[in-house]
């Protein structure tokens, strides 16, 4: 599973008898207490709780007391140790079969709020995994990438739209250490991508919500080395971060101000927004203009900008009637086939032929996501099929994949101030399988739209790591978008 715990060489010797480095089971960081359980077997025998503890930065907790620790963030680059005591050491160069599974809940994903106080329902991420492993005493050493790739030609003043990327396209080899922070630009100068970069907040930030001087300096450097505009900050708002209960309002407006003056120490001049309830932005939209802040709500799959749900923030800015306040709008939300990366995933958990072509049948369909993941989940039941067998991607299939068409986005062009430009994938051909960037492309260019196009490739959260790389995809990708945006150009 691409988003598990451990990988080949997470088995580790320790004093006190074993351990496995753990790698955080998501794209961005999370506070401990979204650990909700972990459980270890090995060589078929299960571990119990009190001969396990997880130890980060130096602090060693009880699996018990993790779901506690809303204030202890496990920073997406970190690898804390779980560490097992055991009377029987393991020695370098032993086998094992090792079996984990832990129960995380995704905290700014919220499905239902609290009620009476209590606390809300979130998105589930559930891992498990048995991988037989070798006993080391250092990490995997990291790929040789490609460096010999032609350089792009230069912008032009006829191009409508400016390229870029977030660097959350990256999330799985950033995650695993391949790069640190600022070799991950000189990366993505390398390649001649940019100018414009993204950032996912709670991904790159040690330091999550608030950016520390450290950082700034680092980002600064970077910047005026490469030459990038900084494009869009991402912020999410941890709505679960404690068990026990939701976020008060206040919590979430001062963590929600935390972040904005983050994204202008940096130099953004936009933060795509996750939350648009009406008395939070009225009491942030003085923080924005003070700080000369554009806010933009992203539009993600499984909705469309004439959504439901959009409808209403759309309702709620007319009403706010600031010019600050949009849209990012993310190309999830206009496919025309699953991606053939995700179902490459679920062929590999054990889907057949025949589960995979009804997983996209029912996607197709105009239902509900909850509807359509209910009934894939209660077909995979019928047929005595563990839904948890393919970890998260039961739901995500759903709803990180949207088929409006995408004439759509003209309704809202006016609104739209930045643009996600998904992928998974880019053919022997240049485009991308499952999703129409040409139509895209026309669609922008005749709706008048001229702003950054940033590339985000989400391919990471079906493929295994290595298995591509997703920078040389993003290059590939700005050549599709370049190569249609100019053929719609007079000469």
Known sequence: MPNGLIDDASLRTHPEGFALSLTIPWYRSLWLSSVGALR????????PEADLGLELDGTRYAVADL????????????????????????????????T???????????????????????????????????????DAPHPALVSDVTPPPPATE????????????ASAEFRAGWFDFEGLLDRVAELGIGPGIEIVASQVLP???????????TWRAAFDKHGFDESSFGANLDMGRRRDRDMTPDEEF???????????????????????????????????????????????APMGPNA????????????????????????????????????????????DTDARDRLQAIWATDASMRERQQEFIGYLK???????????????????????APSEWSDIMPQIMHVHAKFYDIDENGNEPAIDYPELVRVFVEGGYRGYWSSEWEGHAFAEIGEVDPLLLVRRQHDLIRRTMRSLQPA
């Not at 270890?40 to 571990?47: Q, V």
């Not at 933060?271 to 992203?298: C, G, T």
């Open 40 to 47: 270890l077997n090995i060589d078929g025998r299960d571990i």
């Open 207 to 217: 330091t999550y919500p608030a950016v520390s001087d450290e950082f700034e300096r």
């Open 254 to 300: 001062a963590f929600s101000e935390t972040l904005f003056r983050g994204a202008k120490r940096l130099g953004f001049p936009l933060v795509r927004i996750q939350s648009a309830k009406p008395d939070l932005l009225r009491r942030l939209l003085p923080i924005a203009e003070e700080l000369e802040l554009k806010l933009a709500y992203e539009i993600h």
């Open 382 to 404: 019928g047929r005595d099929f563990d839904p948890g067998r393919l970890g998260s991607f039961a739901h995500l299939a759903f709803n990180m994949h949207g088929h409006v």
């Open 308 to 351: 439901p749900e959009i409808l209403k923030v759309r309702d709620v800015y007319a009403e706010l009637d600031s010019p600050l306040l949009g849209f990012v709008a993310d190309f999830s939300s206009t496919m025309h086939s699953m991606s053939p990366t995700l179902l490459r995933a679920v062929e590999r958990a054990g889907l």
């Open 100 to 138: 984990v599974f832990g129960e995380l809940r995704l905290p700014y994903m919220q499905i239902a709020p609290g009620e009476a106080g209590g606390p809300g329902m979130y998105v589930p991420n559930v891992v498990r995994q048995t991988l037989t492993l070798e006993v080391r005493d250092t």
């Open 67 to 98: 779901s506690a620790q809303s204030e202890v963030l496990w920073y997406l680059q970190q690898h804390p140790l779980l560490i097992v005591r055991s009377e029987h050491p393991l020695a370098l160069g032993e086998r094992h079969e090792v």
């Open 158 to 169: 006829a191009d409508p739209f400016t390229l870029g990327l977030t660097l959350y396209s």
